[in-house]
């Protein structure tokens, strides 16, 4: 049996470089890079979250050339890891897709490259709650990431990757490697 | 003590959708994502293989824009990773500069998303000579993957990461991530 795990690519809120909410433009190759991690660790779904109309557009756009479009012909690996990538406008729209496939609400598990004490998960506690087939959703976030309405609405918090000398500024794309590597690899 | 532990991003020669041999453009995010990883994981020099003048300019550029321009002055953690990434025509280059640090050659470990029966090393072993102080070369391909040439230079290739249902068709900036994590974490 395979597990039940989500993710999410939180653009709004999140913080900018002093600290301020905003919400991030897309980065394309985000897309792609978390889609083929997905598939490559079987996770059900990646959402791509922005309010923003004309960045879901790009998002869309970008999924159709490589699903319906001359990006499925040319490499099928593309087309069949960007399938399970969807666009929605909220954190709240995306659990809402999660509880429409799976029946119930996931563990939201949030990760920040700052420990948060409170709530906070171990590694091997998410990875528990991963295999023991609960239905987890983990949250990243761009920018510089997360904001704190996104880590309050979140169950748990994942304990940061602990970088050489205290370095804690992986890219987002890096950093989801990692972390799918560690609980569901 | 720290591990003895260099990176190289090879982009000739590798091999296209086509499986035929060619020089890859640079994409500048992933000197972003390598620089980032190697401060992360206490990696001592990325090198960024080339033997293309005007995409060595490219390379060059951002590296100069991140490092003395303005980039530097924005973001420091950014300059600061990006302090460790040399451009080199070659692999042989690249060698010749981990000799000239050392004063030893490197053991040279070719990742592959194939396995190589030939001359492979699991991921145990590789993490064992990384953590025993030798000096370990880790080459990644862009494109499609590293040359054969390459992978004979080698002097070992890495055991590729297991995808779920054989999917294995990550970029290579998410495949640095999880190597680097697994060896060096």
Known sequence: MGV???????????????????????????????ARLAKTYDVKRVFIVTPLDDQQKLARR????????????????RKEA?????????LKQAMGRIQ???????????????????????WIDARQAIW?????????????????????????VLTPIPGKGGYNHLSVRTAAAIILDRLAG
Not at 66 to 76: A, H, T
Not at 82 to 90: G, N, Q
Not at 102 to 113: K, N, Q, V, Y
Not at 144 to 154: F, R, S, Y
Request: hydrophobic share 40%; glycine share 6%; aromatic share 8%.
């Open 4 to 34: 039940r795990l989500y993710m999410g690519l939180v653009h709004f809120p999140v913080y900018n470089k002093n600290h301020e909410k905003i919400a991030s433009a897309i980065t394309t190759l985000d897309i792609h890079d978390l």
């Open 62 to 77: 970008v999924l159709s050339h490589w699903i319906q479009g001359y990006g499925g012909r040319y490499n099928r690996h």
């Open 82 to 90: 960007l399938e399970c990538v969807s666009v929605v406008e909220s």
């Open 100 to 122: 429409e496939i799976e029946g119930e609400p996931p563990l939201i598990i949030a990760t920040d490259a700052a420990n948060q004490e409170e709530r906070s998960i171990s």
């Open 132 to 156: 023991s087939n609960q239905v987890v959703a983990l949250m990243f976030g761009t920018a510089w990431g997360l904001h704190e309405e996104v880590i309050k609405e979140a169950n748990r």
